[in-house]
């Protein structure tokens, strides 16, 4: 249910004068989203709903679907003519300086960016100042509440469990004799999800050799390695609890078939394990200090360590993402590469940091996940962190 007071709580603490939320035929999921409007009812025709910082919100609905916003808060404007519809914004906004929209300057955001240039340009006609909404999606879209807390925990004590399983597998097999592919392991993993009630949208990532140095590899029938002793391996797995508002554990380990590990992969694990741990890093240090923190700041203290490392060309993904009830969720990822992600750290909020070094031989890349609970303290979930790389057949 939307809860109008929280949203102009929000609009007052970023000193926003309103929110203006806008679809047309479900091109703006967020706003969508925000209003709990299902996605299996999407008109036809435009709607505004506007959210003042003070006062009651408005409906600007076409007389085709003038029921499109029933069941939410505020006062209905039906408009028929396209000039109806533009005299109707204008009402919308009229009292309003700073107003919210699903919108990012130059589209440095495209996850914000939901509503078309076009209708950016008739709402500034009007005299307004349009910012990102993109910390008030964050808000009502990304922050957990307790119960979702405690369904994480759950889910990452499940997933680091998950690694144990494909370990000891591989080194079980390696050990007999018998054969063993990624595939085989992808498919070890997800049956520990399912006898544990877990869900996930895609299957794993199991890449070994030049495999791990793909950070998006999908072993499948026609590309699955069998594995050998001396074989470098990655593990990226994600699941969440089966339940209503479930939300992700999100991990990535690496491991070599074999007694010991050679220099050359602990030395460039060590690189990134720095750098994961400098991402952790920032963040507790801020929330310490009681200060801002932005997305793309995480991002460059851990691009930082492996840059000076003189690995930067090697690191070509952003160093995290927001995690929800989906992998990807709609908070602020730490990222300064694909884009500057300005949106702030939020408590109640969880994202992964996972720099990695892919080479054309192996890649290594370290990820976990950090939640901020609404106290500000910073909590990296899903077991210890990885401090080497496991020696598959020495520990398993």
Known sequence: MLNVNAIQESLQTFKLDGWLLYDFRGMNPLA????????????????????????APMKLVHRI???????????????LKWQELEAGVERLVSEMGRVAMEYSPNNANPYVS????????????????????????????????????????????????AFT???????????????????????????????RGMTTYHPPIVGVGPHSGDPHFE??????TEMQNGDFVLIDLWAKMDQPRG???????????????????????KIVADARDAGIAIVKDAFAKGESLQGWQVDKATRDVIDTAGY??????????SIGQETHG?????DNLEMRDERLVLPGTCFSIEPGIYLPEFGIRSEVDVFVDHDGNVHVTGGDLQQAVISVLAEY
């Open 32 to 55: 969508r989203r925000v209003l709990g409007m299902s996605d299996d009812n999407v008109g036809s025709r435009r709607w505004f709903y506007c959210i003042p910082a003070e006062g």
């Open 65 to 79: 679907e003038s029921g499109a916003l029933d069941g939410l808060p505020g006062s209905v404007n039906v408009y």
């Open 114 to 161: 939901r509503v078309d240039a076009g209708t950016i340009e008739l709402v500034r006609r009007f005299g307004c100042d349009i910012v990102s909404s993109g910390d008030l999606i964050q808000q009502f879209e990304a922050v957990w509440d307790d119960e979702q807390w405690q369904m994480h925990l759950e889910a990452s004590e499940h997933t680091n469990a």
């Open 165 to 195: 399983r494909a370990w000891s597998l591989i080194a079980d097999r390696i050990r007999s004799g018998e054969r063993v592919t990624e595939c085989m392991v992808q498919e070890e993993i997800m049956q520990h999800f399912a006898e």
């Open 219 to 224: 072993p499948d029938a026609n590309n699955d």
């Open 247 to 269: 939300v992700y554990s999100d991990l990535t380990r690496v491991g070599y078939i074999g007694e010991s590990v050679p220099r050359q992969y602990e030395e460039v694990f």
């Open 312 to 321: 930067g060309d090697a690191f070509f993904h952003r160093t995290g993402h």
């Open 330 to 334: 709609n908070g602020a990822n730490m």
